[in-house]
T-cell receptor
Framework: AQSVTQLGSHVSVSEGALVLLRCNYS??????LFWYVQYPNQGLQLLLK??????LVKGINGFEAEFKKSETSFHLTKPSAHMSDAAEYFC???????????FGIGTKLQVIP | DAGVIQSPRHEVTEMGQEVTLRCKPI?????LFWYRQTMMRGLELLIY????????DSGMPEDRFSAKMPNASFSTLKIQPSEPRDSAVYFC???????????FGQGTRLTVV
């Protein structure tokens, strides 16, 4: 069965510092991978996705993630954190042709001024 | 398009009462998902429809929960009877054929007292 593990339920960074949110998945077939962001009292919004092709994917708000098959990872990064980045971030996985999406537990990002 | 529309946004009900949550997916999307989000369990997939047919309901917690999709533009999630442990935020999401991302509604915050 597919699964997603997000390391660190809470991450704090200083404004301007690097953001790194970790995601590992388990899969026996090539996955589709996603990062979603959730602001308070809102639904989930897609940040970026990997399906096929280039393993480094760029998303909205300056975020990017790299699919590393050998490490079964899809970590989310941003070079410089902004206060507006404070939110909860979810990594998710599905398999092409089957639309069930499994989400990680989520990582709450706090940005310290 | 107005996006995925859920109603009501907030629902407070007494234990034992029937609760019905509603969802209107994005026009043209052929798959619909119901998720439940809690602090303890994160985001859980309850049920997934494809072309109005339930494909995977393995996440439905028990017989008190039921979901229907009578047509491509409407779905309901019903809890009867409701219990305090059902208190959560319930999200509806939809995707189009050749799934690449799920679009989420704003959620319904359910409180059972």
């Amino acid at each position: 069965a597919q699964s997603v593990t997000q390391l660190g339920s809470h991450v704090s960074v200083s404004e301007g510092a690097l953001v790194l949110l970790r995601c590992n998945y388990s899969s026996s077939v090539p996955p589709y991978l996603f990062w979603y962001v959730q602001y308070p009292n809102q639904g989930l919004q897609l940040l970026l996705k990997y399906t096929t092709g280039a393993t480094l994917v760029k998303g909205i708000n300056g975020f990017e993630a790299e699919f590393k098959k050998s490490e079964t990872s899809f970590h989310l990064t941003k070079p410089s954190a902004h206060m507006s980045d404070a939110a909860e971030y979810f990594c998710a996985v599905s398999f092409g042709g089957y639309q069930k999406v499994t989400f990680g537990i989520g990582t709450k990002l706090q940005v310290i001024p | 398009d107005a996006g995925v529309i859920q109603s009501p946004r907030h629902e407070v009900t007494e234990m034992g009462q029937e609760v019905t949550l509603r969802c209107k997916p994005i026009s043209g999307h052929n798959s619909l998902f119901w998720y439940r989000q809690t602090m303890m369990r994160g985001l859980e997939l309850l049920i997934y429809f494809n072309n109005n047919v339930p494909i995977d309901d393995s996440g439905m917690p028990e017989d008190r929960f039921s979901a229907k999709m009578p047509n491509a533009s409407f779905s309901t999630l019903k809890i009867q009877p409701s219990e305090p442990r059902d208190s959560a935020v319930y999200f509806c999401a939809s995707t189009e054929t050749g799934f690449t991302e799920a679009f989420f509604g704003q959620g319904t915050r359910l409180t059972v007292v």
